[in-house]
């Protein structure tokens, strides 16, 4: 912990903290479900306002914010920030509103399923996405689940499951109710020898983690804005492989992105709706844009990339893992049971316990969240899935070592009072 945080140190822990003004009041250990507000992504937004409310709103975007989110510097700006998060190509970059919307676009729009095709998924997986899955069942496809062992994915469990008729592996890079990471290279690995798509849903990792798109071989990334990415909800990452993004043409057709030599032709006399439009899309990820982000969010997303490529993905990802590992020890100190794996190299910060009595998890977590007025409320969730689950608690590079010392204390006066 020393050498970590001395690393925050030097980019200003008190600064850092200062950019959430709920610190004061909340042990916040709540970023996997969504996280408080931030004051430079908020004085971004207020920004975008108050050019709004000054008449500063034009068709043309150096006038000030524009009318559409895609006409603005800002819109470019997040993918050019999102590409150096996640160490990816700009082109293979683009906006997108939720992982739920990306994830449709993908798999009803880009994918052709045929009957006999199979998916292969995992019975911890975020509902968002097997609840689109299961619509393929009416296209003949086979949905594959793979049973948790302990809240892990077992390698061997993939292989056994993907063949040549793989079309898509889905996968939660950490996932929600356990804090399992998968060595997710090794999943593409398997995937990719059968020809089959890699789908990573990383809104659990990105922020959290420094995640390397090339290095891991995925086809396909997904991302939000709101939780350990610590931004406003309503923005978020859609990243495609370079090679593979002329291969898909979509269905959903944004015509802002129609690769019209001159641009948008609406200032000509001579402008066709068809005749000038009749050009096929961008070769970049913007091909896929579906138009779904407004401005002032996208002010605010920026903000927050800045805020996190000045901090430094690496000192973010040691910060994280480091509290997580001492949250982790001190768990078994006082004899809770611990849900996360214990492979470090299997986790990071989103550390899932239980005090072994489901009936002592709830009395637990609600105490937690509303503790009377003499002490400070822990903000943590209860979740469960797959038979597996408890109380999770997310430790970000915001939070501090004491922060960690005061949930295990009250945690510990908890379990003797309630078990007296």
Known sequence: MTGVSRMIQDAGLKRIREQYPMLKHWVFFNAADQMIPGRYWMDAMRECINLYEAGRIEDDAPYGPATHPFLTNIFFETIRKSARLLHALEEEVTNIYRVMTAANLIINDLLKWERGDNVVFTDMDYPSIPFILLNLRKKGVELRRIKNVNGEILISDIEKSVDDRTKLVVVNHTMPWSG???NVKEVARIAHEHGAYVLDDAIQAVGAIDVDVHRDDVDFLLTGS????CGPEGAGILYVKRELIERFDPDFRN???ADVPGGIPFS?????NVKHWDYPLVRTANRFDMGVCVTPVLFGWDATLDFLLSIGMDTIEQRV?????????RLHEIGCRVRTPEDRSKRHGLIVYSTGDHSLDQISFKYFNAPPPSEKPIKVSLRYVGGVGGIRVSTHFFNTKEEVDYLIETQRKLLRKLKT
């Open 321 to 329: 893992r480091g509290l997580g590992n001492y949250l982790f020890d």
């Open 180 to 182: 399992f990471t998968y």
């Open 255 to 257: 015509y802002i992105w």
């Open 268 to 272: 000509s006399p001579e402008h066709d």
């Open 226 to 229: 709101y939780k350990w990415q």
